[in-house]
C-alpha cells in the first residue's frame, strides 16, 4: 500500500493549485484517502478527505477546497483557490494499512497509517 504526492510547485497569493495522490496497492474503493499539510513550526492539518464510496468532506478550507478522484488513474486530486500566503506549507496523501467501512472518513493524523513524502506548496505575496 503507497501513495505518492505531486503538484506542488509555488504559486502567487490568490492563484490555484491542484495536487495529486497516485495509490498503488490498493484501490480507491476500499478506503479513504485524506490531504493534510504541515507548515514549518506547526502541527500537521487535516484538510479533505473522500471515502471508498467518493463521499467528501472538508476539514478547512472556507470553500476553496475541492477533492475528486479518478478511479481508473488511481488517483485523487486536491484542488485549492485563492491560495494565502499562511497556506505554504508541506502537502500530504495518507490513507490506512486495510479496507474500511465504505463511509468512512477521518481528517485526524492519528487515524492513518500511509503516508507520501509530500509535496511543497509556496504561496508567494
Known amino acids: 500500500v503507497q501513495v505518492e504526492e505531486s503538484g506542488g510547485s509555488e504559486v502567487q497569493a490568490g492563484g490555484s493549485l491542484t495536487l495529486s495522490c497516485t495509490i498503488s496497492?490498493?484501490?480507491?474503493?476500499?478506503?479513504?484517502i485524506t490531504w493534510f499539510r504541515q507548515a514549518p513550526g506547526k502541527e500537521r492539518q487535516g484538510l479533505s478527505c473522500?471515502?471508498?464510496?467518493?463521499?467528501k468532506q472538508y476539514y478547512r478550507g472556507s470553500g476553496r477546497f475541492n477533492i475528486s478522484r479518478d478511479n481508473a488513474k488511481n488517483k485523487v486530486y486536491l484542488q485549492i483557490n485563492n491560495l494565502k500566503s499562511e497556506e505554504t506549507a508541506m502537502y500530504y496523501c495518507?490513507?490506512?494499512?486495510?479496507?474500511?467501512?465504505?463511509?468512512?472518513?477521518?481528517?485526524?493524523?492519528?487515524?492513518?497509517?500511509?503516508w507520501g513524502q509530500g509535496t511543497q506548496v509556496t504561496v508567494s505575496s
Open positions: 495518507a490513507t490506512l494499512a486495510y479496507s474500511t467501512p465504505i463511509n468512512y472518513c477521518s481528517g485526524k493524523e492519528q487515524d492513518f497509517h500511509v
Open positions: 496497492g490498493f484501490t480507491l474503493n476500499s478506503r479513504p
Open positions: 473522500i471515502s471508498a464510496t467518493g463521499n
